[in-house]
């Protein structure tokens, strides 16, 4: 069964949420507040699939806790829950870690998709693969078994849409890819969201993988329209 983690410290919304989980088939541990959260992760040895975290928390906020959240777990699916629509809450919170956002209110069935969606990623982080795991483009290596990609044979720790968004690359070699091209690739053909957070997954990507992240290498931007992956 797959084990979400809600934190939020309005009540109504987090049983509401926590409701339809479980009603959805899904185990949810419940938590009020960002240090009740880290008491929960520490004493759970099985570990979630994905946490979804409220920003405005009484002490620590969202944003702690999704950093020290990401800390320990490169695999943990994460969505935030935003009061404020403005733009740099979800950027802020999309550069430390979280892999989607919602701005409050929201409805609860596309919250429900979001979650499905997320966890069908992190579940792919132990696949079954057949034969070589291995890909191998230039200097880097994308092991699917382990979910980790390797530069110059040093491992770099990835979140589970980082590294679809470099299987994508490594599948698209020197190919300008449209922004819409690598949203539908990883966050899938219904999501609601824009196209920005691709943009802010591959800030993070560059600060990760590029010697100077201001003057990316390898993942190159195609103005106006994407990115392109040089090996
Ligand atoms: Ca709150």
């Known amino acids: 069964m797959r084990r979400i983690l809600c934190v939020e410290d309005e009540d109504a919304i987090r049983e509401v949420i926590a409701l339809n989980l479980r009603m959805a ?5 419940e938590a009020g507040s960002a240090e009740r959260a880290l008491e929960l992760l520490n004493s759970d040895n099985t570990g979630f699939d994905c946490a979804i975290l409220d920003i405005m928390l009484p002490g620590m906020n969202g944003f702690s806790l999704c950093e020290s959240i990401r800390r320990d777990s ?10 404020k629509a403005q733009e740099s809450d979800k950027i802020n919170g999309l550069a430390i870690g979280a892999d ?4 409050k209110p929201f ?26 795991s291995r890909l191998v483009s230039g200097a880097f290596i ?3 078994k382990s979910r980790i990609l390797y530069k110059n044979g040093e491992p ?3 979140t589970q849409v980082e590294f679809q968004i470099m299987e994508l690359f490594f599948a698209n070699p020197g ?3 449209v922004r819409d091209k690598i949203l539908e690739g990883v966050w899938g053909e219904n999501y609601f969201g824009d196209v920005k957070i691709v ?3 591959i800030r993070r990507l560059r600060m990760k993988i590029e010697d100077e992240p201001s003057n990316p290498q390898h993942i190159l931007t195609v103005w106006g329209y994407g990115y392109r992956w040089n090996a």
């Open 25 to 29: 088939g899904y185990e949810v541990a």
């Open 74 to 83: 490169a695999t943990i699916g994460i969505i935030m829950l935003s009061a």
């Open 100 to 103: 989607d956002y919602m701005t």
């Open 107 to 132: 409805s609860v069935s596309e919250l429900m998709a979001r979650v499905e969606a997320l966890c069908r990623r992190v579940n792919r982080a132990a696949p079954e693969h057949q034969g070589d």
């Open 142 to 144: 994308l092991d699917q």
């Open 156 to 158: 770099i720790d990835l």
């Open 175 to 177: 190919i300008a890819m």
């Open 199 to 201: 943009d802010v997954n």
